[in-house]
């Protein structure tokens, strides 16, 4: 097994992934890191969770610690703000022994506050397209001394419509720039963006196509779309779970969840494109820190979170997109942690459960909702008879004593729960 000595990285390198408790580095850091020291353009088709922003970032610092000097020597394209910040903070964990320092730019926060930033020295750009190429219109930002150029997410920024931007960005690069891309998905346009975009690279593959961490238990549970808001708030409450990242459809099925969860009593929060930045970073600081329990979110919000140890990630709906599910079940199960994935399936979504399936190549047999008591995949060992009853559900008291009751099967309605006192007679406010 590979060791963070033997790839041939910097002692001040090692000394702050030490610090940091990486022991060894993941498969996609063995193999990317020694091709792009050596100089090599690089594809990578690594999914988030599997140490792919440490696999660029450690040898971008070595690469860049010999000399400082001029600026935007490295950049970091990537598809959103929040990704943006997470990766600048983990370059200044793993630089922390170097002098280079990296600058987010990135839009929906003030232009002149990372101006600012740039005019004291910036060795590392991660930022947006947009906004990047608008302070290269306003000759803020030159790319003439780009030494090496990252396109993190290149899939997701296809998805967000980023193409031309992009190639704008890319046309401005020096000959001989070391290009890198690292994407969780391959598509026929990602293939002819490599094509266009790269010298001869080399290939990195960690994982299957579309395939998710395998450290991650994916359970789909068949119900009604009713009643998709009770049985998320019996769950959390009856599992005691800790944390989870839910995610919604749209915007306003995010806040809707969040406020009924908050009116079960249970700390919950939306966010999503719609919120202003400062809120979506504060909402985003609470989970990461483990204080704010429940975090509803839509999936371009949730895109570069990351959460280390993050228990749990619910399908509240399903996406449109299978590569969808791969990221969004990503945030849990992350550098060989277990999680768990939970995915609400209402009838109308077995369509897209088949297409998520498919993309899988395994199947994810629709299960009934688990009675109070039976395996709730809860995040303490205590008993679930503790957990805080939901208000005005007069229904549940007698939910631990349906625990020695036998098992609800799935029937005709295809697993969908057979729970009487939850399906009949719960208030229903959505
Ligand atoms: P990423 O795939 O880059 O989003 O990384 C996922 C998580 O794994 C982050 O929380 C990293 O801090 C962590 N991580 C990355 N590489 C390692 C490693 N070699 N050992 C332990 N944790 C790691």
Redesign the pocket.
């Known amino acids: 097994m590979s060791s963070f000595n033997s790839l041939g990285l910097i002692e001040p390198l090692q000394q702050a992934?030490s610090e940091?408790?990486?022991?060894?580095?993941?498969s996609v850091?063995s193999e990317a890191i020694p091709q792009v020291l050596a100089g090599q353009d690089l594809v990578a088709e690594?999914?988030?969770?599997?140490?792919?922003?440490?696999?660029f970032a450690l040898p971008l610092l070595q690469r860049l610690a010999g000399d400082t000097g001029a600026s935007a020597r490295a950049l970091i394209l990537v598809p959103t703000r929040e990704l943006a910040q997470q990766v600048c903070q983990?370059l200044e964990a793993y630089g922390r022994y170097l002098v280079l320092r990296p600058v987010a730019l990135f839009g929906g926060s003030r232009a002149d506050v990372q101006i600012r930033k740039l005019e004291r020295g910036a060795d590392i750009l991660v930022a947006t397209p947009g906004r990047l190429l608008d302070l290269i219109d306003r000759d803020i930002v030159s790319l003439s001394q780009l030494e090496l150029l990252i396109l993190d997410e290149a899939d997701r920024m296809l998805d967000l419509g980023f193409i031309a931007d992009m190639r704008r960005i890319c046309e401005q690069r020096p000959a001989g720039c070391q290009t890198l891309l690292f994407s969780a998905t391959l598509s026929g346009s990602i293939e002819s963006l490599i094509e266009e975009l790269l010298h001869r690279p080399r290939w990195v593959r960690v994982d299957r196509r579309n395939s998710a961490a395998k450290t991650v238990q994916q359970i789909a549970y068949g119900v009604d779309q009713r009643d998709k808001a009770d049985i998320l708030s019996y769950l959390i409450q009856g599992g005691q779970w800790q944390q989870a990242l839910v995610f919604t459809r749209t915007k306003k099925r995010a806040d809707q969840v969040a406020a009924y969860l908050q009116e079960e009593g249970i700390d919950a929060a939306a966010l999503h494109g719609d919120k202003p930045q400062r809120e979506r970073q504060q909402v985003l600081a609470a989970f990461a820190r483990g204080v704010l329990r429940i975090l509803v979110a839509t999936d371009v919000a949730a895109r570069g979170l990351?959460i280390?140890a993050l228990p749990r990630v619910v399908n509240y709906d399903l996406p449109q997109v299978p590569e969808a599910y791969v990221h969004r079940i990503g945030r849990t199960g992350?550098?060989?942690g277990s999680g768990q994935a939970i995915s609400l399936v209402a009838p109308d979504e077995r369509r897209l459960l088949q297409a998520i399936e498919a993309a899988l190549g395994r199947q994810l047999p629709l299960k009934p909702v688990p009675f109070f008591g039976q395996e709730m995949g809860g995040d303490t060992a205590e008993s679930p008879k503790s957990a805080r009853k939901p208000r005005n559900r007069a229904t549940r008291t007698a939910k631990p004593k349906a625990a020695s009751k036998p098992q609800p099967q799935a029937d005709d309605t295809g697993g969908r729960a057979v729970r009487p006192s939850l399906l009949s007679g719960a208030k229903r406010r959505r």
């Open positions: 992934l940091l408790g990486y022991r060894r580095p993941t850091q690594a999914q988030t969770g599997t140490g792919k922003t440490a696999a983990s990351h280390d992350r550098a060989g």
